[in-house]
């Protein structure tokens, strides 16, 4: 069974740093993709840094500059480095998976659980 578990979610004063993980598990063919997307309260689920199945990476226009997404392939696990955070990236930050699971013909979408971050101002 294939799960996505992450951590690194706190609570962090405007300006500060936090460092998210996300280690995919199970029996995985392969990752085709791979990232974060957000939720905060009232609003819908949005993208903020991917790996796309082509290996490039997609931000969202609000993170760019303070966000690195970074991986590592041998451990299936992608990371989110959120440098100089601000009250509006409080959110549910939920990780995202295409993973093609052993045996099966297809690859879907799997999430994580979701790890709180919330930043004071």
């Known amino acids: 069974q294939v799960q996505l578990v992450e951590s690194g979610g706190d609570l962090v004063q405007a300006g500060g740093s936090l460092r998210l993980s996300c280690a995919a598990s199970g029996s995985i063919s392969s990752i085709n993709g791979m990232g974060w997307y957000r939720q905060a309260a009232g609003k819908r689920r949005e993208l903020v840094a991917v790996?796309?199945?082509?290996?490039?990476?997609n931000y969202a226009d609000s993170v760019k500059g303070r966000f690195t997404i970074s991986r590592d392939n041998a451990e299936n696990t992608v990371y989110l480095q959120m440098n100089s955070l601000k009250p509006e990236d409080t959110a549910v930050y939920y990780c995202?998976?295409?993973?093609?699971?052993?045996?099966?013909?297809?690859?879907?979408?799997?999430w994580g659980q979701g790890t709180q971050v919330t930043v004071s101002s």
């Open positions: 995202n998976a295409k993973i093609l699971a052993a045996l099966s013909p297809f690859s879907y979408d799997y």
């Open positions: 790996f796309t199945s082509g290996g490039r990476t």
